[in-house]
């Protein structure tokens, strides 16, 4: 996992390994409020060099139904997007697509997973496609393009 840290990292003033508990080792990002108030999701990556996330059910999760809310999984799908472009992306950037299609339901307690791909990456957009799991059933499947944000400066900004 540490062989992230050159790449993934270089630009990400935020980054967070968990030291305790059932996702000791795993990272995270602290600095979307959004992502931190919605989680804890956490990501790695595996002996395989591809990069997986996770997140535990709890009852902030869920709809009225008891299931896991759409939006809990799409915010964690979009979390997802980032954390496998992270070793390309190398810096700022923006969902720009995001398509889903719900599969099944999930209950408080149970163990996401995804797993996903780039599928393409150019000088500005990263293409990619995943699969949120509980167990081997397939829960959510995605595709979403990310763009790469470049940092204008100051003076260019305000003409």
């Keep these: 996992m540490d062989d992230l840290i050159p790449t993934a990292y270089r630009n990400r ?4 390994v968990e030291t305790s508990g059932e996702f000791a080792g795993w990272r995270t990002w602290r600095r979307d409020s959004f992502e931190s108030h919605n989680g804890p999701f ?8 591809r990069v997986y996330c996770a997140f535990r059910v709890e009852k902030k999760h869920l709809n009225g139904m008891g299931n896991v809310h759409g939006g809990c999984f799409m915010t964690f ?37 995804c797993d996903g791909e780039v599928t393409r990456a150019g000088g500005s957009l ?34």
């Design 13 to 16: 003033p935020d980054p967070h």
């Design 42 to 49: 956490w990501h790695r990556m595996g002996d395989d060099g």
């Design 77 to 113: 799908a979009d979390y997802c997007l980032f954390a496998i472009a992270s070793p390309l992306l190398e810096g700022p950037g923006v969902t720009v697509s995001f398509s889903s299609e719900f599969l099944d339901a999930a209950r408080e307690g149970e163990l996401i997973e």
């Design 126 to 159: 990263i293409f990619l496609r995943g699969v949120l799991r509980s167990g081997q059933r397939p829960l959510l499947t995605f595709s979403a393009t990310i763009k790469r944000v470049k940092r204008r400066n100051a003076g260019a900004a305000s003409a």
